[in-house]
């Protein structure tokens, strides 16, 4: 039996996630990164990706991070996300349509500029939700 | 001439009562929003302070640190955001941010600004006394959500490590207790945060490095600040209003009464005088 240790996932707009569980999955800079209780202190920039979380009963629950940052230390992890929703609540169309609308809006503008960029971002955080809803369906 | 009296007396209570009709709607409308503003303000707290204490830790578990964000740059503009509200009758809630703005401008000098408006007053202010204006963002506040304001502090910050502007401040109303609120100016770039953390045992890894992760947060750590002043500074707006409607429903029960005594004191004369009339009448034809 994996020990437990407190998740708390924090949002703009409210605490989105405050429990335990035995293991928490997000993908960082150097790829996917797991912790468990009893981490050592830890801190990371994370990018938009799929963010899991395994329960004391075995079952598994599976977000879509549009990122943020982690936050670990004294057997307790904070995931400060920019914006998060569970698999079962991601707006299929609405996802598909973001997509649409960010590569439209990055095949007309050039890579160097800063628009692009965000168009770059928006497109990353649609195909996350797309990918996020089709594995957990 | 007591009954034309009487007549526009009528009148004038009939106006009274529908301008009452307004000011109590308005002002329950104000309190309603004025809940939901407060809610939003606190929920986004949580957020807020873990990015604070972010940056705080990291400041000062790494000595001599400095982000790209911690010098004043030499070159550029300052940036005014100056947040009022949408509309008016909220009492002297736009007065006050007005008048912070003002002798904040004329501290800095006109030519040594650009402004960042928010909200349909502030907007037409800046506007109608030919400031540098940088953008504006009219009737954003009661729907305002983080994505939106993600957008704003990236722009900002981006022309601040370009040099485009040298620094950042935010005038807006803060929401003390229902009956003040007060306006405020806030010190957003270059960063200032005291070095008062406890130095942990333990340093935390940082990944990659404590310098790219402090840079990543500070931008989101100025959405969050600017997003809590916008919802800030809606509540207050509420509140300023819903004092300022409830005010103008007290003084117009009040103007109600008194002229409603002297509606019946005319009422009361105009029948004495007909009694007498009456009287004089039959008398004179006996």
Known sequence: MAALFKIKIITPEKVFFDDEGTLL???????????????????????????????????????????????????KATVIANAIEWAEEIDLDWARRSEKDARERLSKLSPDEYEHELANLKLKRALNRMAVKSQNK | MASGNMKDIKRRIKSVESTKQITKAMQLVASSKLRKAKDKADNAKPYFKALYDTMVEIQSENADFLSDYHKKNESGKTLLVVIAGDRGLAGGFNTNVFKLAEERTAALGKDNITIL????????????????IYSEYPGIAETIRMPMVVHIADGMTG??????????????????????????????LPVTIPDTMEKRLQL?????????????????????????????????????????????????????????????????????QEITEIIGGSSATV
Request: hydrophobic letters at 35%; glycine letters at 6%; aromatic letters at 10%.
């Open chain 1, 25 to 75: 999955i997000v993908k960082t800079g150097d790829g996917e990164r797991g912790i468990m209780a009893n981490h050592i202190s830890y801190v990371a920039a994370l990018p938009s990706c799929p963010l899991r979380i395994q329960f004391e009963d075995g079952s598994w629950r599976t977000a879509s991070l549009s990122s943020g940052l982690l936050k670990v230390g004294q057997n």
């Open chain 2, 117 to 132: 408006s928010v909200g349909k007053k502030s907007v037409e202010y800046f506007k109608k006394r030919g400031f540098n």
């Open chain 2, 159 to 188: 022309d601040f490590k370009s040099g485009k502007i040298n620094a950042i401040e935010v005038i807006y109303t803060t929401y003390v207790s229902p009956l003040t609120q007060t306006a405020k100016l806030q010190e957003i």
């Open chain 2, 204 to 272: 935390p890894d940082y990944e990659p490095n404590p310098r790219t992760v402090f840079n990543q947060i500070v931008p989101k750590y100025i959405a969050g600040l600017l997003f809590g002043a916008i919802v800030d500074s809606f509540a207050s707006e509420q509140a300023a209003r819903r004092s300022a409607m409830e005010n103008a429903t007290d003084n117009a029960d009040t103007m109600i009464s008194d002229l409603s005594l002297l509606y019946n004191r005319a009422r009361q004369a105009s029948i004495t």
